[in-house]
């Protein structure tokens, strides 16, 4: 359950730790979400419930009814509508009551109480539009080009850490610890184990990569702000992997909490026809099993780590793709709070 109250203007340091606003981010697997089912998760640490309607759309809504806080997620699924369990209030998915069965007529009726979220379901996933301002329209979304190019054949994989979002993704910006921390593994036992690295500015992001050394190992990422942050990433397959050259990783990570991060990371690879049925045959029988365990190993080391473990470091040249993301996240949290202290004053106790 989450900590925030719904309505308290939120803090630079709260957007910090609880994520960025006015952005879209990945919130779950479609699949999560069955038909007739109601789910509740925590993302930017608030509640939220997913449901599909009986056509099949999809809603996300504050998991806190409107008369007295319930979870919604605890009701009915009524094919439009949810009814809380508590005194049956019942909601639509743009989150309006539709009706107060206690007390026919009650002035709730026909007011829209709780917030609803614009989602669009994406490449086996569900991406959720965090507005500033709730009335907001969302902004545009352009999606990561390896998730919907042709010739890209991709597999989902979700895990949940207990690790602040910012490790998960300061993680992906330290290539280095490919050949020191999965030296063991089919993919990242190759190449030097010093570099020297660039920031390269793109109009989207910017690229953090060794510059004397490529293709060997993992040897660079492209962090990307197209209306959800992502991460993308090549890494070399051995001979055994087959047909199709190296893999790649998009990968994205948002906060459930201050402490834990969905992760999302779509493994790809550039195939067609023959090659891409044997690739994925491949991965589904061997690949995968060893792509976890190198997964595991980051999992480990990140849960390991204590939450305030950046306060405290001693940085070398290797981390500016780190403190470069650090710094960008920073000011984006600074900026957003102050854009809503301005129409929004911290109410006692919000600071947090
Ligand atoms: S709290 Fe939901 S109907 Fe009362
Ligand atoms: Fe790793």
Redesign the pocket.
Known sequence: MSDIHTGDALSADRIFTTGMRDQWHAICPSDHIAPGGLLRVTRLGEDWLLFRRTDGTLRMLADR?P????PLSQGQHLGDRIA?R????QIDGEGTVLSVPAMPGCSLEGKQLVRSLPVREVAGAVLAWFGLDPAAEPGPLQLPDPLVADGISNFLCYVEWDAPWRFALENVLDPMHGAFLHRESHTMFGGQTTARFRVRETDRGFFFEKTDQRGVNFDWVEFCRTGVDWLDLEIPYPATAGPGGPFGIVGMGTPIDQRRTAVFFWRYRRVTGWERDVWRFLYRTKLEQRHWQVLEQDREMLEGMAVDADRAENLYQHDLGVLRLRRLYRAQADEQASRLAAVQPLSAGAGR
């Open positions: 009814c008369h007295r806080g319930a809380c508590y005194h049956g209030v």
